[in-house]
């Protein structure tokens, strides 16, 4: 049975008294008004959706982001029951002009971690365990990490040049979510002391304690939160003096999250930059390659033994619906995957399609085995055991090109220039593409178009005459 104070109303952060608007009218949203309903704790001003237009006749008035600003109110308390579009709404938020300060999400509360007895904390990490705790606040980094699973694989090479400057640092991550696939990504550095879920205050909480705080948020946008200048001796063998020149770096660049991220990649493109190098902010860092080491853990081998599986190739239909139902600009119609599974089936009856994804995903008739909602470490194995890997720019692109196997990558609003592998098989069609970021909202089609022009112009057979050259090279 689920525990009722899972998704409780964040009453700790909130004072009472306070006017809120709630964001999202959705079943959580609904919770948490019915919480204050009941206890009279705060006064509700509106609810806000992108969908306002769904919610006719309801007991308090739901409006679209953009009529924030007309309203009167201390603070939005965010209503997600999953991490995956808080990034979006936090852009949102920002370019609606609402600040840091007045932004209040809780996500999943970990209730089942606690505990009568001390040392139990909040995200099951005892409190001793803080690599600050342990190894002294001077050598201390916390590093919040937002994005994509695609993203925070990026993000390593980042975390590692870090590393390389400063080899006697201690690293805790925060997070929210995915916190199982960062332990399967650092298993193998061992000054990644902890992942921490961050459940909306923990990373904020624990800032003073640690010689500096950062967050690296997708690969557009850093920022160095707190910094322990009192520790500054103006050498970079420290790391209070790397951060400091970090910070520098950040300002001069001015970005934030209230501006849209396509501002970041192409100034990154224009200096000859990717995804990677774009890292090395200014030279602060060497990063000249876009090569991450992706650990295959070994408790999952025998999984992957025990699947029995031929000769294969995967297959991944993107990342699917946002939180308000609409489809992410860069999705491939499915229709167009099961067309494209149909004649490579022609052309090679004996190679076996494996679909890869989410538990949600929709299985693909055409593929000859779903393996959907399994751990990242045994759908690692299986990625690294593939033939090819065929998918959207996205997170098991960047797992799979790590760990050596080749992908049929389908660009579209996703610049191919910043975001592609030269080794991989890269696709795009038609003269419309590479519009991703030009919102804050950045799943959004910059022509607003419901199924963007850049996606249905990669037709099924366009995909099958690229690969079928790699494909035929291996059947030789």
């Keep these: 049975m689920e525990s009722p104070y899972r998704y409780l109303f964040p009453f700790e952060r909130i004072p009472y008294g306070a006017k809120i608007v709630i964001y999202g009218a959705g079943r959580l949203g609904q919770?948490?008004?019915?919480?204050?309903?009941?206890?009279?704790?705060?006064?509700?001003?509106?609810?806000?959706?992108?969908?306002?237009?769904?919610?006719?006749?309801?007991?308090?008035?739901?409006?679209?982001?953009c009529y924030l600003c007309e309203l009167e109110f201390d603070y939005v308390v965010v209503a997600l029951r999953v991490s995956i579009a808080l990034n979006e709404v936090l852009r949102v938020l920002h370019a609606e002009g609402v600040s840091e300060d007045r932004i209040v999400y809780v996500l999943e509360r970990d209730v089942q971690n606690f505990s009568l007895f001390r040392e139990q904390s909040v995200s099951g990490i005892s409190p001793r365990d803080l690599s600050y705790v342990r190894f002294g606040k001077s050598c201390s980094l916390a590093v919040m990490m937002l994005g994509g699973l695609g993203d925070l694989v990026v993000q390593k090479k980042f975390v590692l040049?870090?590393?390389?400057?400063?080899?006697?640092?201690?690293?805790?991550?925060?997070?929210?979510?995915?916190?199982?696939?960062?332990?399967?990504?650092?298993?193998?550095?061992?000054?990644?002391?902890?992942?921490?879920?961050?459940?909306?205050?923990?990373?904020?909480?624990e800032w003073?304690?640690?010689?500096?705080?950062?967050?690296?948020?997708?690969?557009?946008?850093?920022?160095?939160?707190y910094l322990d200048e009192r520790k500054l001796c103006g050498e970079l063998n420290t790391l209070q003096d790397l951060m400091y020149q970090l910070r520098q770096y950040a300002q001069a660049e001015a970005l934030s999250l209230t501006i849209p991220a396509v501002v970041s990649f192409l100034r990154s493109m224009k200096r000859g930059l990717n995804c990677y190098t774009v890292f090395s902010c200014g030279g602060l860092f060497d990063i000249k390659d876009k090569v991450v080491n992706v650990p295959l853990q070994h408790v999952y081998k025998e999984q992957f033994k025990n699947l029995d599986?031929?000769?294969?190739?995967?297959?991944?239909?993107?990342?699917?619906?946002?939180?308000?139902?609409?489809?992410?600009?860069?999705?491939?119609?499915?229709?167009?995957?099961?067309?494209?599974?149909?004649?490579?089936?022609?052309?090679?009856?004996?190679?076996?399609?494996?679909?890869?994804?989410?538990?949600?995903?929709?299985?693909?008739?055409?593929?000859?085995?779903?393996?959907?909602?399994?751990?990242?470490?045994?759908?690692?194995?299986?990625?690294?055991n593939a033939i090819l890997h065929v998918d959207i720019e996205g997170g098991l692109v960047h797992l799979a090109t790590?760990?050596?196997?080749?992908?049929?990558?389908?660009?579209?609003?996703?610049?191919?220039?910043?975001?592609?592998?030269?080794?991989?098989?890269?696709?795009?069609?038609?003269?419309?593409?590479?519009?991703?970021?030009?919102?804050?909202?950045?799943?959004?089609?910059a022509r607003g178009l419901v199924e963007p022009e850049c996606m249905l112009a990669i037709t099924p057979e366009l995909v099958m005459s690229k690969i079928a050259g790699y494909m035929s090279s291996l059947c030789e």
């Design 31 to 65: 919770e948490y008004l019915q919480q204050l309903h009941i206890t009279k704790y705060c006064h509700v001003v509106a609810m806000i959706d992108r969908n306002a237009e769904k919610y006719q006749g309801t007991v308090i008035n739901v409006y679209k982001p």
């Design 161 to 205: 040049e870090i590393v390389k400057k400063i080899p006697q640092i201690h690293i805790d991550v925060y997070s929210v979510g995915k916190i199982s696939f960062l332990r399967e990504l650092y298993f193998d550095c061992q000054v990644v002391e902890n992942i921490i879920d961050d459940l909306g205050f923990r990373y904020k909480q």
């Design 208 to 225: 003073n304690n640690y010689a500096a705080c950062m967050t690296i948020n997708g690969t557009s946008f850093i920022s160095v939160d």
């Design 309 to 384: 599986l031929n000769r294969y190739v995967t297959v991944n239909i993107g990342n699917g619906d946002c939180a308000d139902t609409k489809k992410v600009s860069k999705t491939w119609p499915t229709n167009c995957y099961e067309r494209l599974l149909v004649l490579f089936k022609t052309q090679y009856p004996d190679i076996d399609i494996i679909q890869l994804g989410d538990a949600s995903a929709r299985p693909l008739d055409n593929a000859d085995l779903h393996i959907l909602g399994q751990p990242l470490g045994l759908v690692e194995h299986i990625l690294a």
């Design 402 to 445: 790590q760990l050596g196997t080749k992908c049929a990558v389908l660009f579209g609003p996703t610049p191919m220039e910043y975001y592609g592998y030269e080794q991989n098989i890269n696709i795009s069609a038609g003269n419309c593409h590479g519009c991703y970021g030009c919102y804050v909202d950045v799943n959004r089609c």
